[in-house]
């Protein structure tokens, strides 16, 4: 069938684990909305260029050159991947965390924010650190039609009007559900608000598209995107970029830098994306990212998404069929959504479901509160006060088991997974 593909080839899918109960396996990698691994295409074009890398912008030799060129192409490709229009800029960050701090260090003073409480850490937790700016957290809502309109009555209520930013995820990290982000778009759009979407969970399964999505702003990590740890990206409008001091003070960011009359320094920063980029890039991140999307792009998502949907069918049909499994949702189980599915088993604890998928069956899940607290506590129910940190929150009694996966998963992964579950209930 042409319009469905076989997995991508990645990095790792040989590796074997040993399990408790004597023997090995290969390993079942189905933790991708943590990290997933670099697609083999990734690795090699980065060992390709590896050996050619040297010093960005400003050295003088010709693999200086090169790697300019090359951090610059990458820039471009990643723009054009995300169909960013006239005078949108691209910067090259750390990770969707630091894409999404970066904006928040750049918002107008007396900025107003508004996001919902459902929303990773990531896009939790910034606004709040700025003084100067007033965060409003909206609600839950359990369906997309009250998403749109919790947002249109919280922004209908603010007075007076000044810049205002929503921060929205384009799908969830702990339901996989797709979140209404035109819209939410159309909806901060109509009241003078701006939008960022956390599209760390869409982008490495859907075609993004910035000026369709009608958003300001994207964000996303690469290592989620079947490339290397080290490198995100914040895309989108330059103007908050531009008139806002540079996020770290330091070389590359600064144009020119002398001492004023009375011997203080005076510091002429650049306004590109250069502006927030102080330091020696990551140019190998930025590279492994840009090779990501254009392997996607050739792939096909049309054909990755149908893959995708045989996959997420069989996971759901699967815990459905096993009594005591109750998956997380907020919007219903036929919601639509990407590979990532998190589940609570009856009379488990989820640490100890998660751990026995691992030493028995060679599964790499997740277990905790996925960075994402209110969220799971709202689907698991009451409040926790063993809160526990981002990773595995032990000893927590509200914790759940999050299974994702992607391009690179073989049938046989989740076939695995599906089976596993349902004998360990058994
Ligand atoms: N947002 C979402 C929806 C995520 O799933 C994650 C990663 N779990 C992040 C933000 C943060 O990404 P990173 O850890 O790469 O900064």
Known sequence: DRSVCTPLPVLGRDIRVPLVTGGEVTYAALDYAASAPALQRVWDDVAAYAPYYGSVHRGAGYLSQLSTELFENSRADVAAFLGCREGDQVVFTRSTTDSLNLLAAVLPAGTRVFVFETEHHAALLPWERRADVEVTYLDAPRTPGQAVETLEQALAAREPYGPALVCVTAASNVTGELWPVRELAA?????????????????????????????????????????????????????????????????????????????????????????????????????????ACKALTEEGFDRLAERERQLISAVREGLAAVPGVRVLSLFGPEAPRVGVFSFTVDGWNSSHFAAALSAEYGIGVRDGLFCAHPLVRTLVGGASSADGGCGSDEGAPLNAIRVSFGAGTPDEHVERFVAAVGELVR
Do not use: T
Not at 228 to 238: D, H, I, Q
Not at 278 to 283: D, I, L, R, T
């Open 187 to 291: 909806a901060a759009h109509a009241h003078g608000a701006r939008i960022v979407v956390d599209a760390a969970q869409l982008v490495p399964h859907q075609q993004v598209d910035i000026e369709e999505l009608d958003c300001d702003w994207i964000a996303f990590s690469g290592h989620k995107l079947y490339a290397p740890f080290g490198a995100g990206v914040l895309a989108g409008r330059a103007d908050w970029l531009r008139d806002a001091d540079p996020y770290l003070a330091g070389g590359g960011a600064s144009r020119r830098v002398g001492r004023g009359a009375s011997g203080e320094v005076e510091v002429d920063w650049h306004e590109g994306a250069a502006r927030h980029e102080a330091g020696s890039p990551n140019v190998i991140g930025a590279y492994a990212i840009a090779s």
